[in-house]
């Protein structure tokens, strides 16, 4: 069982769009993150979320919006889609904040 | 405010030669520190963490780390490098109740 599954692996759409990004972790843990990998490598995190408490990087459009149906599901949605928000985004979770962090394999997002 | 700095953005080696790759952190209180790798389209994987006591951290595939609070450094080494090696490597640092800061990467060619 993969511990963190991410879906889609691919995704391309058209600017202007709305996507969502489902993650899913069977690890029992109660934090969940996003991540932002650019195409220099550098990985910027956007949202954590634990025990319902939303920590979001002050720098994450607002176009960008965490939802968690439950402690083990953190979907990422994202609104009128813009060329720069090409990536590969990242879920992954811990016990804990500052408690080492699971990933999923990514989501390569291609906004054209 | 805790930063993560990387020397060197690429790494070649041949194979069979000493791996050294450098880690550089600030932390206003003990850090716990982290060495993840990433291979071609993956999520990112726990090398070796050091939260507290033995300084010398050893993780898998044969990879350690020390812990120097002095010189704030925590390099990751492997005392000789195979080619299943090559791919990038993350230096984070990271307190408890406090999100993860990642370093910029170093990638890992190994030369035949």
């Known amino acids: 069982d993969t511990a963190v599954s991410q879906t889609p692996k691919y995704l391309v759409t058209q600017m202007g769009n709305d996507k969502s990004i489902k993650c899913e972790q069977n690890l029992g843990h109660d934090t969940m993150y996003w991540y932002k990998q650019d195409s220099k490598k550098f990985l910027k995190i956007m949202f954590s979320y634990n025990n319902k408490e939303l920590i979001i990087n002050e720098t994450v459009p607002n176009r960008f919006s965490p939802k968690s149906p439950d402690k083990a599901h953190l979907n990422l949605h994202i609104n009128s889609l813009e060329l720069g928000d090409s990536a590969v985004y990242f879920c992954?979770?811990?016990?804990?904040?500052?408690?080492?962090?699971?990933f999923g394999s990514g989501t390569q997002l291609s906004v054209l | 405010a805790q930063s993560v700095t990387q020397l060197g953005s690429h790494v070649s080696v041949s194979e069979g030669a000493l791996v050294l790759l450098r880690c550089n952190y600030s932390s206003s209180v003990p850090p716990y520190l982290f060495w993840y790798v990433q291979y071609p389209n993956q999520g990112l994987q726990l090398l070796l963490k050091y939260t507290t006591g033995a300084t010398l951290v050893k993780g898998i595939n044969g990879f350690e780390a020390e812990f120097k609070k002095s010189e704030t450094s925590f390099h990751l080494t492997k005392p000789s490098a195979h080619m299943s090696d090559a791919a990038e490597y993350f230096c984070a640092v990271a307190n408890y109740g406090q999100n993860f800061v990642f370093g910029p990467g170093t990638r890992l060619s190994v030369l035949p």
């Open positions: 992954a979770s811990s016990q804990s904040m500052g408690e080492k962090l699971f």
